[in-house]
């Protein structure tokens, strides 16, 4: 675990944690030698040589000086090592984090993650500044005790050193024991995490079908599962404690039977066998307890291994420095393959080119990869095979603050940050002053909603924007976007109608946008796909069809069905309302 820590922590720490272990090491050699002194010390006044007992005394007042003086340098440097290790781990872990493909952070992962952020790294944390003190001591300190033993009376020394593995057996038992079981608790702890954030996120889905905690069974089984988890941690702690008790029982025992055995045949001096007897106490006690603290360290020991599995994922490759871009505001796709994962793919042999500040609707049935598209564009995800270029330039050629200057991005799923809602459009470009912010969020229609808000631009939106409606959420996001001014837009049409002061809202955001730059929008609305330049129709992972509006229609293909579709749905809207 230590060198595994070493590496984690990364070289500019690795002192800290060699300065800590040496403390250490020097504290339970102290400890062993302070109590190493008494036999002399005790032995010579049982004997009634004041004198030669007097002589023993500094060291022994040395040893225990030493042993006080460690101690409490060991103390500061675990407690400063512990706030390294949590600092160190949750910076590499945050860096780390930012770097992954978006297809790593699924459901499992993101309740993984949050435990090993929180549980993990305060568990390795607390484990170096309160566990690696007592083991360290419990080693080091019947080490000494042996060395002491061989020098006074070898073949006592000899039975202790024949003791030892019997104890380490029995300690190494209850450390497996424990380790497995706390693999298994872990998985469960993980499993009822995720359920719990699924239950919390999801209550108005959960509520409207009338599922309560009482009756949401993935929820119930995840916690239940977790119960058995944690019992069955407690009763298989239960063996390799109660051998490591046995096991130092026994030997304890056996020291006195071999020691009253050299005392009956006059090979050892009586008085110098009751001292040694009492240092054999020094030796098994702190043996018993290193028993126990190495099952927990070994918990630390895995939380570790589960910090560094996520460390090791590896990052989307990216280069040092992005090739320049070649032509400013053009999306190009060459045969894109994709699919998530091990999956089918979703994506097959795609190509087409938006050309610089023109506007492609995308349009499909549900499912055809509109919205996978997309995200290959702003490089969430790696293509299988083929080329998507922005700017002129592979997006693996580029660093990702490189791609994303180039891009804005307005989805359906918009998450907006709990804080103001000046400050939530701010985030497009966080240099931007008050009046361009005010600029772009008229345009985009949220001028309306802050007229709304007792608080107005300074009205906090919630987490998640809850306090906004859907289509005021995506106002915000559309000014953000605007604020943006990027080369490139993706957009997402909302699916559901509009009401008309959004739509309109929306309509107006579209022209300012097409002005500057490049849009490629998921496109729902008849007014959208009509003024495109083009529209690319995706069916079945390909593109279908692909041409103007009029084009398109006179093909009489998949464009025209949903031309069609769309402006019955339209017409018996109109009719509704009239009637
Ligand atoms: N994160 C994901 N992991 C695995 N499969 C996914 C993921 N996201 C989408 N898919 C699958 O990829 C396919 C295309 O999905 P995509 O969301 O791109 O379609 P779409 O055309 O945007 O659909 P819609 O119009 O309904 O939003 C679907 O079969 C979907 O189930």
New binding site residues.
């Given amino acids: 675990m230590i060198r595994d820590l070493a590496a984690t922590l990364g070289p500019d720490h690795r002192r800290d944690l060699g300065r800590y272990l040496g403390t250490l090491t020097l504290n339970g050699v102290a400890q062993g030698a302070a109590v190493a002194f008494l036999v002399p010390v005790v032995g010579r006044l049982l004997a009634g040589d004041t004198d030669g007992a007097a002589a023993w005394l500094p060291w022994m007042a040395g040893a225990v000086a030493l042993s006080l003086v460690t101690h409490y340098a060991q103390a500061m440097l675990g407690f400063r090592l512990a706030l390294v290790i949590l600092t160190t781990l949750h910076h590499r872990l945050g860096d780390h984090a930012v770097t992954l493909p978006l297809?790593w952070f699924d459901s499992t992962t993101v309740g993984r993650l949050s435990r090993i952020g929180t549980k993990s790294v305060l568990s390795i944390a607390g484990s170096c500044a309160h566990l690696l003190q007592p083991l360290v001591t419990g080693v080091l300190a019947p080490a000494t005790v042996v060395v002491v033993m061989f020098w006074h009376e070898w073949r006592l020394g000899l039975a202790v050193l024949v003791c030892s593995p019997l104890i380490l057996l029995a300690a190494r038992l209850s450390i497996r024991l424990l380790g497995r079981a706390d693999e298994e608790n872990d998985r469960a702890g993980v499993e009822a995490a995720n359920r719990v954030l699924e239950f919390a996120r999801n209550q108005a889905v959960l509520r409207a079908f009338g599922r309560t905690t009482g009756n949401y069974r993935p929820l119930e089984d995840a916690l239940e599962e977790q119960r058995t988890a944690s019992r069955r941690q407690v009763l298989l702690s239960m063996p390799g404690m109660l051998l490591s008790g046995f096991a130092v029982q026994f030997c304890f025992s056996a020291l006195i039977a071999v020691g009253a055995l050299l005392a009956l045949r006059d090979s050892v001096d009586p008085v110098e066998l009751v001292t040694l007897l009492a240092l054999v106490a020094r030796f098994t006690g702190p043996l018993a307890e290193v028993g126990e603290l190495a099952g927990v360290l070994r918990m630390a020991g895995n939380d570790l291994r589960r910090v560094r599995a996520v460390l090791d994922e590896r990052s989307l490759p990216a280069p040092e420095h992005s090739a320049p871009v070649r032509a400013p505001g053009e999306i190009e796709l060459t045969g894109v393959r994709f699919g998530?994962?091990d999956?089918p793919a979703?994506l097959d042999g795609v190509g087409f080119t938006v050309p610089p500040r023109t506007m492609t609707a995308l349009v499909?049935a549900?499912?055809?990869?509109?919205?996978?598209?997309t995200r290959l564009i702003a490089r969430f995800f790696d293509v299988r095979e083929g080329t998507v270029r922005v700017g002129g330039v592979d997006v693996r050629e580029q660093r990702t603050e490189d791609l994303m200057a180039q891009l804005a991005l307005v989805f359906q799923d918009v998450y907006l940050f709990d804080d103001t809602l000046i400050g939530n459009i701010r985030i497009g470009r966080p240099d931007a002053d008050d009046d361009e912010i005010r600029r772009a969020a008229s345009l985009a229609g949220v001028d309306e909603i802050v007229a709304r808000l007792p608080d107005g631009w300074e009205a906090r939106v919630g987490e998640g924007g809850s306090a906004l409606s859907g289509g005021e959420r995506q106002r915000v996001s559309v000014a953000r976007a605007l604020l943006k001014n990027a080369p490139v837009v993706l957009l997402d049409e909302a699916t559901a109608a509009l009401d008309p002061e959004n739509e309109a809202a929306v309509r107006r955001s579209m022209e300012e946008l097409r002005r500057n730059s490049t849009l490629l929008v998921?496109a729902h609305r008849l007014s959208t796909v009509t003024t495109a330049d083009q529209i690319v129709v995706?069916h079945e992972g390909r593109v279908a069809e692909r041409g103007t509006h009029t084009e398109l229609l006179a093909l009489d293909g998949h464009y025209a069905r949903f031309w069609h579709e769309r402006s019955r749905a339209a017409g018996w809207r109109i009719t509704a309302a009239g009637s």
């Fill in positions: 297809g998530y994962g999956g979703v499909g549900s499912g055809s990869g509109k919205t996978t598209l998921i995706l």
